[in-house]
């Protein structure tokens, strides 16, 4: 039975809008009407997730459930979030909810282990996202090894998500930055790279430094469009 989605969202919004358009684009459907009902709320007054996490800032979770009950009464029958850090809060959400929601983290930890079995993964996300734990439970309980970026790796990588991607700056400049990043990395004993923040498969797709990569983003969105009784197709781009 097919099901209606929907993606809480506005964390950020071209991380949402990158989610969707992942979920058009892996839908295999031949017209308009073999792809998902998808209700989107893209509530930008959440408070910023990291903060939270880090430093007491504002608390995320009532505006996130606000957009939750929103999905849920415009029919939503299952909930994707396109933000990493955001799933610290997903336990304390999905106990106020009625339907399901995808855990992108555990997602990607399973992809992981299946795509590059034996291999190490080095974590790309928000201070936030490395701080909660999230990556590590989750690529702990599928087995899967994995590097965590130092402190001046963990500063390059809130650079170009918040003063670039989440800030609309010019992606290109960044080039040069994004490449030592991942060849540090590298050289540390990562053999791929998670991409465990939504604006850096944006950013990644823009700078086409070879990886390998696994897009949580792209992940979630096979993920979904599977829960939703929908068969996938392969991507054409």
């Not at 009532?62 to 849920?72: H, V």
């Not at 795509?115 to 909660?132: F, M, Q, W």
């Not at 439970?137 to 899967?144: D, F, K, P």
């Not at 030592?180 to 850096?200: I, V």
Request: aromatic fraction near 6%; include cysteine.
């Amino acid at each position: 039975m097919k099901k209606r989605l929907g993606i809480l969202g506005g964390m950020g919004p071209m991380a949402t809008a990158d989610l969707y358009r992942k979920i058009v684009e892996l839908t295999d459907a031949d017209n308009d009407n073999g792809h998902i009902r998808v209700i989107i709320d893209s509530n930008t007054a959440i408070p910023d997730r990291t903060s939270a996490i880090l430093s007491g800032g504002a608390d995320p979770l009532p505006e996130m459930l606000s957009a939750a009950k929103n999905l849920i009464a415009c029919g939503a029958e299952c909930i994707i979030m396109p933000c990493n850090t955001a799933h610290f809060f997903l336990p304390v959400l999905q106990a106020q909810i009625p339907v399901p929601i995808l855990d992108m983290t555990k997602i990607a930890a399973q992809s992981c282990a299946g795509l590059y079995p034996g291999k190490k993964a080095a974590i790309l996300a928000t201070r936030g996202t490395l701080a909660s734990g999230v990556y590590s439970s989750a690529l702990e309980e599928y087995g899967v090894e994995y590097i965590i970026p130092d402190k001046n790796e963990q500063s390059t990588l809130m650079h170009l998500i918040y003063d670039v991607v989440k800030a609309s700056k010019p992606v290109l400049p960044e080039r040069q930055a994004w490449r030592a990043l991942l060849d540090g990395l590298h050289d540390k004993g990562a053999d791929y790279f998670l991409l465990g923040c939504t604006e850096l498969p944006i950013l990644s797709g823009i700078l086409a430094v070879p990886g390998p990569f696994v897009d949580a983003t792209d992940e979630l969105a096979k993920a979904a469009v599977k829960y939703c009784g929908y068969d996938l197709k392969q991507k054409s781009w």
